[in-house]
Structures are given as structure tokens and as C-alpha cells.
């Protein structure tokens, strides 16, 4: 079983800057990829970042340039989403997805709102 928490939401002005975690657990292990979604009020659920095992990194156009995923350096079941230059239509849950040994696992979510 694989555990997933986020963490670093909140509330953030038009232009301001989050950074979110999400810390796996469990029965996990090696370099896997990992992704983040996000659903706002009355959407589908869709992705927003991922990134590979080996460190590649995909992003949905509407982020580009302005969100950044990554992994701990020091600690590899530790990754992060950057997001810069918020906006408002950023308002979302996000959540962070791991597909591991045939399984597709999710963290619970975490709040952020873009609002002034």
C-alpha cells in the first residue's frame, strides 16, 4: 500500500507564488513517476504536471513557463510543484498521482485559491 499527503496550499494573490508538496509512503520504492491534477468547482479532474522516473517533465500549455514539478534531491519520494505567476483561473484541489506496481494511487488533495 502507498500512501500520498500534499501539502503547501492556500490563498495567494493574482501573480503570487505556491509551492505544493507530496511526500510518498509505504510499500514504494525506486525512481517512478509521479503527477499532479487538479480539479476546480464544476470541472473534470485533469493534469497539470508530471514527471518521469528519469526526470523528464511534461507540462498542460496552460502552465507552461509558469509551474515547475520536481523532486527532492535529498529525499526521492518528495515532490514539488512550483507555481509562479498565479492566476486566478489556477483556483483548483490539486492532487498528486502515483501509478506504482499496477496501482494507481492518489493524495488527498490540497486547496489553492487565486483570488485578490
Known amino acids: 500500500q502507498v500512501q500520498l499527503v500534499e501539502s503547501g496550499g492556500g490563498l495567494v494573490q493574482p501573480g503570487g507564488s505556491l509551492r505544493l508538496s507530496c511526500t510518498a509512503s509505504?510499500?514504494?520504492?525506486?525512481?517512478?513517476?509521479m503527477a499532479w491534477y487538479r480539479q476546480a468547482p464544476g470541472k473534470e479532474r485533469g493534469v497539470v504536471a508530471e514527471?518521469?522516473?528519469?526526470?523528464?517533465?511534461?507540462y498542460v500549455d496552460s502552465v507552461r513557463g509558469r509551474f515547475t514539478v520536481s523532486r527532492s534531491r535529498d529525499r526521492d519520494r518528495t515532490h514539488y510543484l512550483q507555481m509562479d505567476s498565479l492566476k486566478t483561473e489556477d483556483t483548483a484541489v490539486y492532487y498528486c498521482?502515483?501509478?506504482?506496481?499496477?496501482?494507481?494511487?492518489w493524495g488527498q488533495g490540497t486547496q489553492v485559491t487565486v483570488s485578490s
Open positions: 498521482n502515483v501509478y506504482f506496481g499496477g496501482t494507481s494511487y
Open positions: 514527471i518521469t522516473g528519469d526526470g523528464y517533465t511534461n
Open positions: 509505504g510499500s514504494i520504492y525506486g525512481r517512478y513517476a
